[in-house]
Nanobody
């Protein structure tokens, strides 16, 4: 059974940093594309970043240059390093993957950027 567990969210001041983790079980993250998404109150869920088997990364324009997605194969974990955080980054962050055509989501971790 595929499980994704996010952690690392919290309250941070504008300009601060957080690192989110997505620990996977039931799949091997280095052979599947894993993505980070976020959903702010009253808004649709949006893609933030993704990393492929070949470590090709993609980012939403709104986070380019501030966020970095990476993968630790030994820990079967995908990270999202978030720097220069802005209030508009406030959202619940989810990680996602597809396994045998089925999407899997974690439970989400709350990120709040506020002074």
């Amino acid at each position: 059974q595929v499980q994704l567990v996010e952690s690392g969210g919290g309250l941070v001041q504008p300009g601060g940093s957080l690192r989110l983790s997505c620990a996977a079980s039931g799949i091997i993250v280095n052979i599947y594309t894993v993505g980070w998404y976020r959903q702010a109150p009253g808004k649709q869920r949006e893609a933030v970043a993704s990393i492929t088997m070949g470590r090709i990364t993609n980012y939403a324009d709104s986070v380019k240059g501030r966020f970095t997605i990476s993968r630790d194969n030994a820990k079967n974990t995908v990270y999202l390093q978030m720097n220069s955080l802005k209030p508009e980054d406030t959202a619940v962050y989810y990680c996602n993957t597809f396994y045998r055509g089925t999407p899997y989501w974690g439970q989400g971790t709350q990120v709040t950027v506020s002074s």
